[in-house]
Each structure stands twice: as C-alpha cells, then as structure tokens.
C-alpha cells in the first residue's frame, strides 16, 4: 500500500460545481497535512494547510478525519482557472520522520 | 521576497553523460528538499538537508546520484552518468525548517520552477 493515495481522475465538472477529493494515508503519526495545486508544467504551490479542525479559504474547504486516515478537499463554484491537479501531501512531522510525502495527484478539468 | 530559484530550466543529455542541477532556497531557509517528478506522478523525495547535513537520502540512487549543501545554502544535485530512465522533472524546496523543532507549519515546502532532464 503507498503511503499516500488519491484517485487520479480526471475530474471532469462544469463551471459553478461542487467538486470533492480525498486523500488517504497509512501513517497513523502524521502530523501534518496540505494540499498543493500543480498546473500544468509547473512547480506545486501550497493551496491550503490542512488542521484538525477543518479549515475554510474562500471557495476552498479542507478537512481531516484522523479515525479514518484521510484528508480532503472541497472545491465549490468551479471556475475554469481551477483546472490544475491537486497533490496531496502528508508529513509525519514526529518521530524522527520528517519527510512530506506526496500522492500522485487529482486531475480536475472545469469546463465551460 | 526571492522564491526558489533553479537552474538550468532545461536540460537534453545523452545517456552516460554528466549533468548538474542547482538550487538556491529561500534566504533563512534551513531545511531543502531534491524531489523528482515523473510524469502522471507526485513527486518523489530525493534528499533532504538540513542545514548542510543530509538527512534524508535512502531513495537517492548513490551509485550514480550524488548531492551537496555546502555553507548550507545552495545546493547542487548531479547524476552521472545519466540513464534513460532518469528523464524527468527534478524539483528543489525549501522549508523554514523541517517541522522537528519550532512552530508548527514551519515545514511548508516552497518550490523552484523545477528543471526537466530528457536523456537520449
């Protein structure tokens, strides 16, 4: 099993949806978690930092649900422009072990 | 507030030659990070440094990877010699630090524009 998982997609939605990832990982000592956005032929950029609590940017909402070992994303009012891939990343953060590791990604693509 | 910078932004090689990449952190960074990327792939730690110390290194193929940190700023990833299946995107990040000491959050990972290896 990798340590991190995401479902590849490609997401497909039109403009103005509601779109959902999750993420999963097997390390039960994580610490820390993000999402990071990729477009295409270029670098990840930190998207949100993701807290025990949940947490809310904007249209952009992340939660944690450390029982069941996965993260996720929620995206709503799709825009065009947020056609990108959506890496998921997990830290241990503890323990020795300070490696963020990173899922192979989500595809979405918003069309109009 | 400069990002990461890396150089070359390209590079085209035939296999058993040399090549070099270079990275500059963030200022008052401490912890950098060589990832490689292949297509279709999140990317895939490399090497960590902390500081000048390299940390982490068990997936870096030592037999003809090979990384330095000297000063503990900038640092340079080579491959020699370079194998086909060695194309890919080599990213460089940096964190204030590794998240193993000081503030939660410090262990965001900021990253160059990467540099794409194509070996022939």
């Known amino acids: 099993r990798k340590e991190v998982e995401q479902d590849p997609g490609p997401f497909n939605v039109p403009e103005g949806a509601t779109v959902a990832f999750n993420c999963t990982y097997s390390n039960s000592a994580s610490q820390s978690f993000f999402w990071y956005r990729q477009d295409c032929r270029k670098e990840p950029k930190l998207l949100m930092s993701v807290y025990s609590s949940g947490n809310e940017d904007g249209r952009f909402t992340a939660q944690l649900n450390r029982a069941s070992q996965y993260i996720s994303l929620l995206i709503r009012d799709s825009k065009l422009s947020d056609s990108a891939t959506y890496l998921c990343?997990?830290?241990?953060?503890?323990?020795?072990?300070?490696?963020?590791?990173f899922g192979r990604g989500t595809s979405l693509i918003v069309h109009p | 507030e400069a990002g990461v910078v890396q150089s070359p932004r390209y590079k085209i090689i035939e296999k058993k030659q040399p090549v070099a990449f270079w990275c500059n952190p963030i200022?008052?960074?401490?912890?950098l990070y060589w990832y490689r990327q292949n297509l279709g792939q999140g990317p895939e730690l490399l090497i960590r440094?902390?500081?000048?110390?390299?940390?982490?290194d068990s997936q870096l193929p030592k037999d003809r990877f090979s990384a330095e940190r000297l000063k503990g700023v900038d640092s340079t990833l080579k491959i020699q010699p370079a194998e086909l299946g060695d194309s890919a995107v080599y990213l460089c990040a940096s964190s204030l630090n590794s998240g193993s000491w000081g503030g939660f959050g410090d262990e965001k990972l900021f990253f160059g524009s990467g540099t794409q290896l194509s070996v022939l």
């Open positions: 440094y902390e500081n000048e110390e390299a940390v982490d």
């Open positions: 990343v997990v830290n241990p953060a503890s323990g020795g072990s300070y490696i963020p590791t």
């Open positions: 200022s008052g960074h401490n912890t």
